[in-house]
């Protein structure tokens, strides 16, 4: 059908129509244009503010909160294309003329007025992408029960995402994406989470209500085009359905009259079929390898394991460089040994002067200790007993150090070299594994935020 272009003669707008068409509203100002126009300009009649038309309503059956009893809903269509991930955007321009109005409307909760009002301006301009979007997610709004709107919604916002990844203007995606997530929370809020119904219908629509809101957060994430948000929706959506899982619910199945004459309701628990829980675990599901499989964890994940891995080799490797040069060093250490005896009478006597100075205080320990126990002093003798253990291993240690100190000084250059070496690397190697260790809980807390199904 051929399309005609008119200026609004208050702000100067171009707009498309159909010849065919009667009249038409100005999407920046609100103006009624009508007449015949000439591509130029446009008569005025004098009314500001369009009015919005009636548009159809998808709401459930009069009655009921969802669907009949026994029935499950329509398995979700497949999931949208995910959108683009975009990082960095341009700042978007605030609306003004009759779409700040809409906005503004839009803050206040009147979906139903924003819902028209985006209705005649996409009619009016096809390409006006934040009345596109504005309109899906106003139609989950108006929802009721089980009957979510889900395809409108789709259609609406993966067109208006599609016109953002044609321009390459991506300016109204974090506002666009907001939206959803607000969206998505108010219908959980209002899912109706209740314990006790009035009947088995009733459940049976509360549950297949929950089935269509799991499905349609499948359908929003994939419309939302940042990454971090579209994390946030998948774990909100998967949560969701954990919780619509096990949730239990009972309905009342009659009364009965108590001896003082009072009636009393009995309750039957809810158990729904198989097929709808089969239903809300595939949404789980999908929900759980979406949020697992997203790119930036999937890069994530990727790093902390290569991380992991070199750090592991370079330990190994640091293992066998050790213990390599303790051989040799072992092996040296004998032969100067065997070729200077004044290194054999040096540490002799370092272990001469060591065991007098050791013995004693052990002596001395040794006494207090019997004194304990015979004084039934159990707490006196088993601090008697740890000072001990720590000071021979203090001992130990120090007599260790001083032998290897004597030592070093009677040793050729090589060896030596080779001594300060192993020390090095064995500094080295601790470092190494302190770092690996931590490398490997990084990787166990990143496993732990996983969603596992």
């Known amino acids: 059908m051929a399309q005609q272009t008119l200026v609004c003669p208050r702000c ?62 329509p398995p979700p ?16 321009p605030a609306p003004t003329g009759y779409a700040a109005e809409l906005d503004k409307l839009f803050r206040e909760g009147a979906y139903k007025e924003v ?3 985006c209705a005649q301006l996409v009619e009016a301009n096809s390409g006006d992408i934040r009345a596109l979007y504005r309109k899906g997610i106003s139609a989950v709004y108006l929802s009721e029960g089980a009957i979510l709107r889900t395809a409108e919604f789709r259609s609406l916002v993966s067109t208006a995402t599609g016109m953002m990844a044609k321009t390459g203007d ?4 974090p506002e666009k994406d907001e939206d959803i997530l607000a969206m998505l929370a108010y219908r959980t809020e209002h899912a109706g989470f209740e314990t006790t119904l009035a009947s088995l219908e009733d459940c049976t629509s509360r549950f297949n209500a929950w089935c269509a809101l799991a499905g349609l957060y499948q359908e929003a994430a994939a419309l939302i085009t940042s990454e971090a948000l579209r994390e946030k929706a998948l774990k909100a959506g998967a949560q ?33 079929d198989k097929k709808q829980r089969t239903a809300l675990k595939e949404a789980r599901k999908h929900l759980s390898d979406a949020f697992n499989g997203l790119a930036s964890r999937a890069a994530e994940e990727e790093r902390l394991k290569a991380d992991e891995g070199a750090l592991k080799q370079r ?36 272990l001469r002067k060591s065991g007098i100075i050791c013995g004693g205080f052990l002596v001395l320990l040794l006494g207090a200790g019997v004194f304990a126990l015979i004084k039934q002093k159990t707490f006196l003798f088993i ?54 260790l931590a490398a490997r809980k990084a990787l166990k807390r990143f496993n732990r935020t996983k969603l596992k199904f």
């Not at 991506?170 to 995606?173: D, H, K, N, T």
């Open 240 to 272: 969701f359905c954990d919780k619509a899982l096990y949730f239990p619910m009972r309905y009342t199945a009659g009364t009965k009259q108590t001896k003082s004459g009072k009636e009393k309701a009995l309750y039957e628990e809810y158990n729904p």
């Open 115 to 117: 819902y028209d009002g």
């Open 315 to 350: 330990v190994s490797l640091l293992k066998k460089e050790v213990r390599s040069l303790k051989e040799k060093c072992r092996a040296a250490r004998k032969l100067a040994l065997c070729e200077n005896p004044q290194i054999r009478e040096g540490d002799k006597k370092i």
């Open 170 to 173: 991506y300016s109204l995606a």
């Open 383 to 436: 601090l008697l007993l740890l000072i001990a253990l720590g000071y021979i291993a203090a001992a130990v240690f120090m007599v260790h150090r001083a032998v290897a100190e004597y030592e070093m000084k009677y040793f050729p250059e090589a060896l030596q070299r080779d001594y300060h070496a192993l020390r090095a690397d064995e500094r080295e190697l601790k470092k190494a594994r302190r770092i690996s």
């Open 77 to 92: 269509p497949p999931a949208a294309e995910p959108a683009p991930l975009v990082d960095a955007v341009p700042e978007v």
């Open 12 to 73: 100067g707008e171009k707009i498309q129509r159909n010849e065919s068409a009667k009249g038409c509203f100005c999407p920046e100002c609100g103006m009624k244009l009508s007449g015949e126009e000439n591509g130029s300009g446009a008569a005025l009649e004098g009314e500001d503010r369009p009015l919005p038309p009636p548009a159809p309503e998808e709401t459930a059956p009069q009655g009921s909160p969802g669907m009949r009893e026994g029935t499950v809903p």
